[in-house]
């Protein structure tokens, strides 16, 4: 077996940044429950939704 150099990425260049925010605790269990039914993390989840709502926003 040949040895291969181990390659990593420094933080911040895989085109994601950490951020954070405030949710209602409510809305984070629902975030949680949609999660798991659906086998998706909450971060992937989150990214989906955002996503979803950016490409569908009208501001009137």
Do not use: C, Q
């Amino acid at each position: 077996m040949k040895n291969e150099p181990l390659v990593i990425k420094k933080r911040g260049e895989d085109g994601n940044r950490v951020i954070t925010v405030r949710i209602r605790e409510e809305t984070l269990a629902a975030l949680d429950k949609v999660a798991a039914e659906a086998n998706y993390s909450r971060n992937e989840l989150i990214n989906l939704i955002l996503a979803h709502g950016l490409e569908n926003l009208e501001i009137h």
